[in-house]
């Protein structure tokens, strides 16, 4: 991969002082983001092997529940 560049990774804009990261790829709009979501939800197995350096806050929060879950389960 190569250095990480000023602009939205599904339309190619550049950025204002606001982007959404995801999955190590940032974007200009909320809409981008979704778009590209949106075609690659099938592929996301694919995605998390591309991107599996640049886990997600949200996969940080499973593991995090997960380990809540344990814990109560030894409890
Ligand atoms: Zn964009």
């Not at 909320?30 to 949106?38: G, N, P, T």
């Not at 694919?46 to 593991?63: I, L, T, V």
């Amino acid at each position: 991969m190569t250095k990480l560049e000023n602009r939205c990774a599904y339309c190619g804009g550049k950025f204002g002082l606001i982007y959404h990261p995801h999955w190590g790829l940032r974007f200009c709009r909320k809409v981008c983001k979704d778009d590209f979501l949106a075609k690659t939800a099938k592929d996301h197995a694919r995605m998390r092997k591309w991107f599996g350096m640049a886990p997600s806050s949200k996969e940080r929060s499973d593991a995090h529940h997960q380990r809540r879950m344990t814990e109560v389960k030894q409890t």
